[in-house]
């Protein structure tokens, strides 16, 4: 089995404050795809380089202490690409994506943190430009090698997750274009949704992230905002899942979706 985690980590230097490290160390994903390191490199180095023996590849924001994103593996990738080609928000450390090619197989495994839209117009418009360029750059991938992106898409697509999904009809992450995006992801573009692919009507126990306000977690007034999706070759390959809610390293629980699959 090939044990694939994603989590938005709201910080790397919290996180491991909070335990991140133990848990990974006995729990042994296969690789970790973190999102929100709010790092630079200069901060990473001599600290977190490695996590419980994964080695960490990186795309770093240019403005401290926000977005960056990351993967932490075990296996030695082919080679590891920073951005998706964009003079908007490559500056931002949006994605990284860690290939593992052979001569009979191309296979990549790809980091994103999707903009938010919740503070304001301007970061909803740049959120749709994202949208836009992001759509074709992963079909264009899904047409060259096959790829689990994980990461936090910032989208509740359907109803089932939130739990309050009429009170947020017009709030970013459950606006009627941002699912339509997501829609024709998983419809033209043919990627999998590979936790609803696993649990296709679950509601509560789906939920990957809780507001700071109103007691949302004690409460589990939750959002799933964090995703695998994948190919449908490697969707298939996929065997169980879970959503690690027992200790809080952010305000995002870790998912992690077991595939029978060896690189």
């Not at 692919?197 to 977690?217: F, H, I, K, M, V």
């Not at 390959?237 to 305000?251: C, G, P, R, V």
Request: aromatic share 12%.
């Amino acid at each position: 089995m090939f044990k694939l985690t994603s989590l938005n980590l709201n910080g790397i230097r919290s996180a491991t404050t909070k335990g991140l490290e133990a848990w990974l160390a006995k729990t042994k994903p296969d690789c970790i795809c973190v999102q929100e390191v709010k790092a630079q490199a200069a901060d990473v180095q001599g600290r977190f380089e490695e996590l419980a023996g994964l080695k960490g590849h990186f795309h770093f924001a240019q403005k401290k202490g926000y977005s960056g994103v990351g993967i932490y593996t075990r296996h030695e990738p082919s080679d590891v690409l920073v951005g998706h080609g964009s003079g908007e928000f490559d500056a931002e450390g949006r994605c990284v994506e860690l290939r593992f090619d052979t001569p009979s197989a191309k296979h990549s495994i790809i980091s994103c943190y999707f903009p938010s839209g919740s503070s304001g117009e301007e970061r909803q418009l740049a959120k749709y430009r994202f949208l836009e360029e992001f759509y074709p750059h992963l079909h264009r991938i899904k047409s060259e090698r096959e790829f689990i992106l994980c990461g936090d898409v910032n989208i509740a697509h359907q109803e089932i997750d939130l739990k309050n999904w009429k009170g947020n009809r017009k709030n970013s992450g459950f606006l009627p274009d941002e699912r339509a995006w997501m829609t024709k992801l998983l419809s033209e573009a043919g990627l999998v949704d590979v936790y609803r692919r696993l649990q296709p009507t679950a509601t509560d126990e789906a939920y990957t992230w809780w507001s700071n306000r109103g007691q949302a977690y004690a409460k589990n007034v939750g959002w799933r905002l964090d995703y695998h999706l994948a190919t449908p070759a490697l969707a298939a390959l996929a065997q169980a899942h879970t959503i690690y809610k027992d200790e809080k390293f952010s305000d995002h629980a870790p998912i992690t979706i077991d595939y029978d699959w060896t690189l």
